[in-house]
């Protein structure tokens, strides 16, 4: 091997690990040394105990899918043998009595628990202490912001996040990485603490397409889809931009130069017009996600109110405003739109647009804005996000494949065209 065990992607570190030039040990230790080295400064874990992580790694029998490698789970998913505050004081030193469902998938698919990573505060809004590892003045998105981090910086080949509104998607593109959200149900969400009943979708992050799929799959107790399914022809492709006028001058020349790079590939690219339902759902995902938050955090609310953020406090209050009736209209506004959307997939393979504003913003109050990722969770449908370029400041930017409910692997199969397609351009 030319890389330090760390560097390798997923797959890479897997194959090594089958063919006996690497061990699970020697993998986690090159995580954990890396960890040692950046960790003070981007601030990826809330709980890292590297004796336990070691301890694992020597456990593993390197067998199954995920056979030795490291992977690290975000702070609101349960852990029986590490503690999970839900990014929250309220729970510090919390620790659960079993394996949130993910978790005991992970390990009986091989993989290896290495530690716990940072999560705003219920995966909503109030950051914690994370920094994006290319600017560290600079947020590396929320809510999943410890995974995306340690993902990027090399710690961990793979990790967990969730996402209610745009929690997986947008730090994986402020971050640098490939994201991955499931289509909603996808994955088993018990131990993993609720905000949302109707939104939250467990999802994660790696550093190619082929990794996340692998790791995705793994989950779900199937082999990975097959990546090259377009038979050496090109996808079909409908940009959607929406929000435009939200939309830095770099995220927009960063699309500008996807769209030549895979209509220079072959692939065919039209665009959605008329679709102005979209834009009008931002109010419905807003008030569906407080009001379903005022019910899943009610035992939060009622005994420690003073441990809670002022936006906590706030956003629980108003979502008790909205009674069980204008719940559910909520949602079958929802359920509708979502039956309109799908007729909008005649005819192409995927939608293409920004899974962000623009590059991470600066300052570590402030997550970044999820309007370009709430309306399509609100959809359920399956999202991924890749690497496409850089902006202004040198940081990352992103560009974001959409396909319709369900089609979870012809979204992996497009977003991995597109990734070489873009490596082919440069």
């Known amino acids: 091997m030319t890389d330090a065990p760390h560097r390798l992607g997923a797959l890479e570190a897997l194959r090594a ?16 040394e890396r960890a040692a080295e950046r960790d003070g400064q981007v601030g990826a874990f809330i709980h890292l105990d590297p004796e336990q992580a070691r301890d694992a790694a020597r456990a593993s029998t390197a067998s199954g899918p995920l056979g030795g490698l490291p992977v690290a789970v975000k702070d609101i998913i349960e852990t029986a043998d590490m503690p999970t505050g839900y990014g929250s004081s309220i ?4 620790q659960p009595e079993e394996d949130a469902a993910v978790v005991a998938r992970t390990r009986a698919a091989g993989g290896v628990i290495m530690g716990k990573t940072v999560s705003t505060e219920f995966a909503w809004r109030n950051p914690g202490k994370t920094r994006n590892p290319h600017g560290l003045d600079h947020t590396p998105g929320g809510s999943s912001s410890g995974s995306a981090a340690a993902v990027a910086d090399f710690m961990v080949p793979l990790a967990f996040g969730t996402q209610t509104a745009g929690s997986v998607i947008r730090p994986a593109a402020y971050c640098g990485v490939v994201g991955f959200k499931p289509t909603f149900g996808t994955h088993d969400r018990r131990g993993v603490k609720e905000l949302s009943r109707y939104l939250d979708t467990v999802g994660g ?3 190619s397409v082929a990794d996340i799929a692998h790791f ?16 050496g022809s090109a996808p079909r492709l409908a940009v959607h931009v929406p929000f435009a006028d939200r939309i830095e001058e770099d995220a927009v020349d960063v699309m500008e130069r996807v769209r030549i790079a895979v209509q220079t590939a072959g692939a065919s690219v039209v665009g959605l017009v008329d679709w102005t339902a979209f834009e009008k759902m931002d109010d419905v995902h807003l008030r569906l996600m407080t009001a379903e938050a005022a019910r899943a955090l009610e035992w939060e609310y009622d005994n420690h109110a003073d441990k809670l953020s002022d ?11 909205i009674d069980d009736t204008d719940l559910y209209k909520l949602q079958a506004a929802a359920d509708s739109f979502r039956n309109d959307a799908a007729a909008r997939l005649d005819g192409i393979d995927a939608i293409l647009t920004v899974p962000a504003s623009g590059e991470a913003p600066e300052g570590l109050s402030f997550t970044g804005d999820p309007l370009f990722n709430k309306i399509w969770t609100l959809l359920r449908w399956p999202c991924v996000t890749i690497p496409a370029g850089t902006g202004d400041q040198g940081l990352p930017l992103g560009v974001q494949i959409v396909t319709g ?22």
């Open 205 to 207: 992050f790696a550093r």
């Open 311 to 321: 936006f906590y406090r706030e956003t629980i209050a108003a979502g008790r405003q």
């Open 91 to 94: 729970y510090v030193g919390h």
């Open 216 to 231: 995705d799959y793994a989950l779900r107790g199937e082999p990975a889809p097959r990546l090259d399914g377009f038979d």
């Open 17 to 32: 690990i089958e063919g006996g030039s690497l061990t699970p040990e020697a993998l986690m230790e090159s995580c954990l």
């Open 405 to 426: 409910y369900g089609e979870d692997a012809k979204a992996l199969a497009v977003a991995d065209w597109i990734e070489r397609a873009l490596q082919a351009d440069q």
